[in-house]
DNA sequence: GGATAAATAGCGAACGCTCGCTCTTTTTTA
DNA sequence: TAAAAAAGAGCGAGCGTTCGCTATTTATCC
């Protein structure tokens, strides 16, 4: 939009220029969604239905957050709304739908849109910073989305359950092969790169999952999306130089008994 | 128990030299949970009613691992454990309350007996390792219960809520001020102790929380608290030797804009 | 272009069902 | 055999869902 110099993603890697670049944003989601559910949703006038489904959604979104999925009833999601028991079922076919739509609109639209961008270019730890950045950015601009499918997976029918663990394996797994790419041009050192991918992966989720935690101490989405980069830089540094039992405790670093 | 080197904790820092020096194993939990509840439970033998709080409890977290405490019924409970709903009544007040003594007992029982165990002496380094690998083998022997009050704590009564937040403030605090110590010994180095703090928590819950993952790709207990360990000892590694914008895009490392 | 008709959207009482919980009866235990 | 524990049918409340109806918007016609 704006000609500044926070339109250049991915050369400038901040908060600002990555939501100039990615063609979505919070306002405009709900027409996608709208888009991706037209059969679902027996509303066909579009601006009722985009406005009507941003309510919903919403609201959802914030009782769920406090007691759970399964706590709030559409007798409550009716009240928060103000929109009447027989006005929701026109934009959902069931509770569980509800759900399901969520799920699938994270993982097969909004994930897909930034995780395709410009994630090919550049040396392996240019690509792993990039990729920690998207993560972080698209939690900030949709947490509600992210904490709700991470904390209701489990509610859900057996093929969102099995794709929600998917969708972890394969997270870790891209950001393990990057990784190793990085150990193999010498740019990394990584004792265990799995385990290395999945505590990464874990910092990632922790963004969306405590925001109550990272609010209360005023950590910005670039602070955290900073700090990961610079934990991620220490992690594959080369420790050969300074480590191995400072002042006492064992310190193992491979595999080991139990 | 036995007299050979596993059983002198802090000295071996493992799993096994651990469970030694706990006074409280996963066998024996049940008993401390029917001295701790005694009033609320309606059977006074003590030989049948700490084999059925076994059962009840075991059953209450494999069922709502899979879909929630909400959307465990208590006659889903009553046909896993094979007692019938009155006999369930015998041993909880309620269903809400069950929940809350899982809660009570993990972070007024379990998790006071292990923290206090030894976390004064040593270095802030070796203070700061004992403290995580303490978690993480926590984490272990009574997973079910600390993923239980992670993922049900929002489920239940407003003061077990900010009873849960409380405490995760309190373990972060913890751990920040161990690193202070050590940053003031000159024995670390960190530019934020407060996100490293968190970030350490934030992987010590994932070692429970994750734990398909680990379990699927063969990390053991002390493997996965080595390399906490061997994660801190990086991130709290004096890192201005090498550093500072590698080999592109920018490295920020303090706080910035938006 | 105003009146009429058709289509769409919103409403909320009512339905069948399952929930947490209670209470009387039966069984077990010492 | 008296006390303790387990059993399970039954209760009212609240759930997700439906459906007949009204209100609103859009299309058609003279």
């Not at 950015?137 to 093929?159: C, D, H, I, N, T």
């Not at 950590?219 to 420790?239: E, G």
Request: glycine share 4%.
């Amino acid at each position: 939009m704006r000609n500044d110099n926070t339109a250049n993603w991915p050369q400038e890697q901040c908060f600002a220029s990555f939501k100039h670049c990615l063609p979505v944003c919070r306002e405009s989601v709900y027409s996608e969604f709208f888009e991706a559910f037209r059969e679902d949703i027996k509303v066909k006038r579009e601006s009722a239905a985009v406005k009507n489904l941003k309510i919903i959604f919403d609201a959802t979104f914030e009782l769920a957050s406090k007691g759970g999925f399964d706590a709030m009833s559409l007798r409550d999601l009716s009240q928060s709304t103000g929109i009447s028991m027989g006005g929701l079922y026109n934009y959902i076919r069931s509770k569980d739908m509800l759900a399901q739509m969520v799920n699938d609109f994270l993982s097969q639209r909004l994930a897909p849109l930034a995780y395709s961008l410009n994630l090919e270019s550049g040396s392996p730890r240019q690509r792993l910073a990039t990729r920690l950045r998207i993560y972080i950015y698209m939690g900030s601009l949709f947490r509600p989305w992210y904490r709700f499918v991470y904390m209701e997976s489990k509610s859900m029918a057996r093929q969102q359950r099995d794709q929600a663990k998917q969708f972890d394996l394969v997270d870790t797994a891209k950001l393990k092969e990057v990784i190793e790419e990085g150990v193999a041009a010498g740019e990394m050192h990584c004792a265990n790169s799995e385990l290395t991918a999945s505590a990464l992966l874990a910092l990632i989720q922790d963004w969306y999952l405590k925001s109550w935690k990272y609010k209360q101490n005023e950590t910005s989405t670039d602070d955290y999306a900073n700090f990961l980069v610079s934990l991620m830089d220490k992690l594959l540094a080369d420790n050969d130089q300074h480590t191995h039992d400072q002042t006492g405790y064992n310190d193992h670093s491979g595999k080991n008994n139990q």
